[in-house]
T-cell receptor
Framework: GNSVTQMEGPVTLSEEAFLTINCTYT??????LFWYVQYPGEGLQLLLK?????DKGSNKGFEATYRKETTSFHLEKGSVQVSDSAVYFC????????????FGKGTKLSVIP | EAQVTQNPRYLITVTGKKLTVTCSQN?????MSWYRQDPGLGLRQIYY???????DKGDVPEGYKVSRKEKRNFPLILESPSPNQTSLYFC??????????????FGPGTRLTVL
């Protein structure tokens, strides 16, 4: 079946540090890949997405590249801010015919001033 | 404003007392879904609905029921809640078509505690 594995948290960084959250996946066919963010007390929001190999999703300074050869979709940001403190979820939607999202377990990020 | 709303946002109840968590969306979306979020487990899908009167089980459907009588509403029903259903619940909806650009919109969550 489909699965998503992301690095265990929590992750604590100082403001302006570089962020990487690793995500790898297992899926048949050609899944679409997503990063969702959950700010404290809120629901999930789509952060970025990629639909095919070598696509790069980007938003709010975050980036992730769909790497089919390594089945990965790592999230990166060059300089984090305190306001980036949240839980980040990697997710996939399997290929044609599926609406279902499969989520990783989430990585909590805390950014300290 | 496009949104998914859930009620109640917080609920404390006792074992065996039937409850319903409502979910409503104003985007005319066909697809709706319920998830539960538990520490260390991420989000797991409970039930989903492709359209009115069309529902199906997700990964963890035991102990839950749903109905889809109207396009905008997708209530989650716990007929006899148990403590292992203490969790944070999210409703989500999605527009038609298989393009990844029809993203899923999530509600704000309902924190349920079953004593």
């Amino acid at each position: 079946g489909n699965s998503v594995t992301q690095m265990e948290g929590p992750v604590t960084l100082s403001e302006e540090a570089f962020l990487t959250i690793n995500c790898t996946y297992t899926a048949t066919g050609y899944p679409s890949l997503f990063w969702y963010v959950q700010y404290p007390g809120e629901g999930l929001q789509l952060l970025l997405k990629a639909t095919k190999a070598d696509d790069k999703g980007s938003n709010k300074g975050f980036e992730a590249t769909y790497r089919k050869e390594t089945t990965s979709f790592h999230l990166e940001k060059g300089s984090v801010q305190v306001s980036d403190s949240a839980v980040y979820f990697c997710a996939l939607r399997a290929g044609a015919g599926s609406y279902q999202l499969t989520f990783g377990k989430g990585t909590k990020l805390s950014v300290i001033p | 404003e496009a949104q998914v709303t859930q009620n109640p946002r917080y609920l404390i109840t006792v074992t065996g007392k039937k409850l319903t968590v409502t979910c409503s969306q104003n985007m005319n979306h066909e697809y709706m879904s319920w998830y539960r979020q538990d520490p260390g487990l991420g989000l797991r899908q409970i039930y989903y609905s492709m359209n009115v009167e069309v529902t199906d089980k997700g990964d963890v459907p035991e102990g839950y029921k749903v109905s889809r009588k109207e396009k905008r509403n997708f209530p989650l029903i716990l007929e006899s809640p148990s403590p292992n259903q203490t969790s944070l619940y999210f409703c989500a909806s999605r527009g038609p078509g298989l393009s990844a650009y029809n993203e899923q919109f999530f509600g704000p969550g309902t924190r349920l505690t079953v004593l």
